[in-house]
């Protein structure tokens, strides 16, 4: 049963492009969560999806960042026109039930935005 | 000043020492978690606590709701420890999470 994956691991974009993570979360894990990680800071959460459907989106910019799980395939997360404060860590956790604190959650092994 | 602080920051010890990571919070929690970071980003989480004291392993983990206190100790350190710890409050999946502490055990 393979863990939670993200891809791509390693992301560099330049000031204005769009970023695309995914999040596939674990097998029979209906549950996913996204945490950005700054430098020198603590994960943050950012939003929380059932399949189809945004849950929690309070961690969100309200600008450029959007989240969506489809029926079908990963969870992704964009971020349009890319600047360099949106360079971070970015990790995914997904869970087999809803509202979970951490302790239930399983993490991806993150994906490093580099912001050019 | 961060709602969640952890001391130290940074952490050098030599393999077999007794590790104490710290974390102070100025919230009102139902409870603390403390997790585990490896080099490359993988999370794992080692405890949640709401009160006194959880142990696994070589792991200890305490918390004084009183005085809105935790520390994670380590005991017999050895290099696989090296990792960064982070604590984390909070009562539902939205956590306020410390910065980390990084731990180096050197063999």
């Known amino acids: 049963n393979a863990g939670v994956m993200q891809n791509p691991r390693h992301l560099v974009r330049r000031r204005g492009q769009e970023a695309r993570l995914r999040c596939s979360p674990m097998?029979?894990?209906?549950?996913v969560y996204w945490y950005r990680q700054l430098p020198e800071e603590g994960l943050k959460f950012m939003v929380y999806l059932q399949k189809e459907n945004i849950i929690d989106e309070s961690g969100m910019p309200k600008e450029r960042f959007s989240a969506e799980f489809p029926k079908e395939g990963p969870s992704i997360l964009r971020i349009q026109q890319v600047v360099r404060g949106d360079s971070a860590a970015y990790f995914c956790?997904?869970?087999?039930?809803?509202?979970?604190?951490?302790?239930?959650?399983?993490f991806g092994p993150g994906t490093r935005l580099t912001v050019l | 000043k961060n709602e969640v602080e952890q001391s130290p920051q940074n952490l050098t010890a030599q393999e077999g020492e007794f590790i104490t990571i710290n974390c102070s919070y100025s919230v009102g929690i139902s409870a603390l978690h403390w997790l585990q970071q490896h080099p490359g980003g993988g999370i794992v989480s080692l405890f949640m606590l709401s009160s006194g004291k959880k142990k696994h392993g070589r792991l200890i983990a305490t918390i004084n709701i009183q005085e809105k206190h935790s520390s994670l100790h380590i005991t017999a350190s050895h290099p696989r420890d090296s990792a960064v710890y982070i604590c984390?409050?909070?009562?539902?999946?939205?956590?306020?999470w410390g910065a980390g502490t990084k731990l180096i055990i050197k063999p």
């Open positions: 984390a409050v909070g009562s539902n999946y939205q956590l306020i």
């Open positions: 097998k029979g894990h209906s549950h």
């Open positions: 956790a997904s869970s087999p039930g809803g509202g979970t604190v951490v302790n239930e959650q399983f």
